[in-house]
């Protein structure tokens, strides 16, 4: 019986997401919630569980490519009533027929696939998928999801359970999105989303880069080798990788520079399609305002080196942003006004009494702006761990979609690119943003004297329907006030 899976709503009110990578193949066997593909949201790259256990039958997405809700992207062939002859692609016909992949949904809502990520048996990560035996071919063991090339051919699927006169889904190697994949070896490359990017970006095609990473991994390094002989004039080939083509001999002129396009087009998807939404609306609808305090923060550069000499904080890896953040929860807890939001549907004013801690991101994927539940109730130690745990997860691509919401009030560290200072944008529905510019020393009058100090300038963006300036004034004093003289923290808690 084939089943057709359906792109599942993956929450937080997306209604589209990109085919990153498929994991499987035409001809694979895979559990109940193995992985089987990479798709990408506006928010973070989701990996999506098989929500059958069966045969791939076919691929109907190919990678790169933006699918919608209820869009159809695998079918699989799974066990039951006698397999019926079915075209390439399942008509709406038959998926209404498919019996539901899981619990039914309450009477007037629409009904959804039950087994999204996270949810469902558990699965082992690590595991293989089968090949199914083909007509004249056998498969070999190695990586998962991998067989021979003639495993590939077109021939129809060898079966034992169907009758003889029932037609099988034929192989479609040839032309599916996953074997256009898959390099002359028969092995499909295998790398994380931010690579896929960066390749995708030099213009390489990552069946011809040999990884060098554990098992074969395609690593970012493997990427930018394989692109950098283009400068000097190396072409690499599907058949011959590496092979170069106008390399000059010492008595040679340097070869021709390779004509450039004058503009290059890229669809606007993903991270830069919903940043761009958020900061249009929040840029006109919530009044901004920034005010600027400059101050010398020589004494919390100290205690982040004496914590660091202590044994007790060895392990904690406290840096001056994880001081800001615990000021800034301090200092929300003596202006309340900064941490609210308007609602404009309800006309009410909602105050947090809790501090859900947005902290701006720059990633390969673009600007994310994850938060910590509950931030002011974490200690020094435990908050600079959480945000080592973000900034892990951020650059790797693997940031919970469930994070990028419900952010309270945020930081973002403009000074980790060396700027002095900046006036952030709201993340919407937020009241205040706090930017942190680059430390740096500076002359500085200390004691009555002029001294080499550790200077820094803050800055604070607020929504003025919501904060007044003598409260956003109040909020980034006491967050100075704090960075300048770490021990007063102990009379605000």
């Known amino acids: 019986m084939i089943k057709v899976f359906r792109l599942p709503d993956l929450g937080e009110g997306l209604t589209e997401s990109e085919i990153v990578a498929w994991r499987v193949a035409p001809g694979d066997t895979v559990t109940l919630n193995q992985l089987i593909a990479e798709v990408e949201t506006a928010k973070a790259v989701v990996e999506l569980p098989s929500p059958f256990a069966g045969v791939v039958a076919e691929l109907h997405q190919q990678p790169g490519t933006t699918v919608h809700v209820g869009d159809p ?84 699927p060898a079966s034992t359970s169907a009758p003889a006169s029932t037609s099988a889904p034929a192989s ?101 399609k919903q940043t761009a939404a958020a900061m249009v609306q929040s840029a006109f609808t919530a009044p901004h305002a920034t005010e600027f305090l400059t101050v010398d923060v020589t004494p919390t550069i100290e205690l982040i080196d004496a914590l660091k000499r202590d044994r007790g904080f060895a392990d904690a890896r406290i840096g001056v942003l994880a001081v800001v953040a615990k000021a800034l929860c301090l200092a929300v807890a003596r202006t309340p006004e900064v941490n609210t939001r308007w609602d404009e549907a309800a006309g009410e004013i909602v105050q947090f009494h809790y501090v859900n801690l947005g902290i701006a991101a720059a990633t390969p994927r673009g600007l994310i702006v994850p938060n910590i539940p509950d931030a002011d109730r974490l200690a020094l130690a435990d908050l600079a761990a959480a945000l080592a745990a973000l900034t892990s997860a951020g650059r790797a691509g693997a940031t919970n979609p469930a994070a990028l919401h419900g952010g309270t009030i945020s930081i973002t560290n403009i000074g980790s690119f060396g ?17 942190l510019g ?56």
Do not use: K, M
């Open 172 to 272: 479609t190697s040839a032309a599916s999105p996953a074997a256009r994949e898959v390099p002359a070896t028969g092995e499909r490359p295998r790398s994380t989303p931010p690579v896929r990017a960066l390749a995708r970006t030099l213009g390489v095609d990552l069946t011809q880069v040999t990884g060098t990473g554990p098992t074969g991994f395609i690593i970012r390094e493997d990427v930018a080798a394989y692109a950098a002989p283009a400068a000097l004039g190396v072409c690499h080939t599907p058949n011959e990788p590496g092979l170069e083509l106008g390399r000059a001999e010492p008595d040679d002129r340097p070869p021709a520079s390779v004509p450039r396009a004058r503009e290059t087009r890229s669809p606007i998807r993903s991270v830069r």
């Open 438 to 493: 680059a430390i740096a020393p500076r002359p500085w009058e200390y004691r009555g004297e002029v001294a080499l100090r550790q200077v820094v300038t803050l800055s604070v963006a607020f929504d003025h329907r919501l904060v007044d300036g003598e409260q956003a004034a109040r909020f980034l004093t006491d967050v100075a006030g704090i960075l300048a003289n770490p021990a007063r923290a102990l009379a605000l808690l």
């Open 419 to 435: 700027i002095d200072a900046g006036t952030p944008i709201l993340p919407p529905g937020e009241a205040v943003i706090l930017a």
């Open 73 to 156: 992207i695998v079918s699989f062939e799974v066990a039951g009533a006698e397999p019926p002859s079915v075209p390439s692609a399942a008509s709406p016909a038959d998926a209404a027929s498919a019996p539901p992949a899981g619990p039914t949904a309450p009477a007037g809502e629409p009904e959804r696939l039950a087994v999204l990520v996270g949810y469902g048996a558990a699965v082992e990560r690590g595991g293989r998928p089968q090949r199914r035996a083909r007509a004249g071919a056998t498969d070999t063991p190695g990586r998962a999801g991998v067989s021979t090339p003639a495993a590939r051919s077109t021939s129809a």
